[in-house]
């Protein structure tokens, strides 16, 4: 018992640590962004942020989450293709949990570490994914104890805050595991 009260915790404590970390720098250069950049400039740079998140805590085995043009999933694995034709998975698969829409063309991808998710969603129409090689239209963190942050968030309240176009919304999410059966944040 008091093992999985210490795993509990040392995963409480990597998820503020991400949030202290990440969230808090994605803000801000979404504010100073406003005024020191122009606004493809922001654009750029934003995602620019959101896919080093991605290198950092998401690392595909070969490659950078900056060079992929697309993402499909095959036989349960995420797989990122390059210009070059080239393809990687990620470094650590049993990280990539689920996803919206076809295994050819997902709409979304949601990753895992350490209880928090993290959804890519892609959008080659959308505002952001109609410029980028990727197509990604957002990047997006859930963490499922966001009470770390906002206390006064209704209990069992998924708060999602996006690390592309900058904000905080709240709502639950469905996607469709990896094994094919429902997967809700």
């Known amino acids: 018992m008091n093992m999985s009260t210490e795993q509990h915790q040392q995963i409480d404590q990597s ?12 803000a801000a250069e979404q504010t100073l962004g406003n005024t020191a950049l122009g606004v493809e400039q922001q654009r750029m740079a934003s995602m620019c942020y959101a896919k080093q998140v991605l290198d950092t805590y998401f690392p595909l085995s070969q490659g950078s989450h900056q060079d992929v043009r697309s993402y499909v999933v095959y036989y349960n694995q995420l797989l ?38 993290i959804e890519i969603s892609i959008d080659p129409r959308g505002e ?3 410029r980028d090689c990727a197509n990604i239209e957002d990047v997006q963190v859930e963490a499922a104890l966001m009470t ?3 206390t006064d968030q209704p209990q069992g309240q998924h708060s ?3 690390l592309v176009k900058g904000g905080i919304g709240r709502g639950d999410k469905q996607f469709t595991a990896k094994d094919g059966s429902d997967y809700s944040l």
């Open 128 to 130: 952001y994914g109609s």
């Open 80 to 117: 990122a293709f390059f210009n070059d034709g080239t393809q990687s998975g990620l470094a650590q698969p049993k990280q990539f949990v689920a996803l919206c829409g076809h295994k050819c063309e997902p709409s979304s991808i949601v990753l895992k570490n350490n209880g928090f998710h």
């Open 15 to 26: 998820i503020y640590n991400f949030i202290k970390q990440v969230l808090p720098v994605a």
């Open 148 to 150: 770390i942050v906002n």
């Open 160 to 162: 999602w805050a996006s």
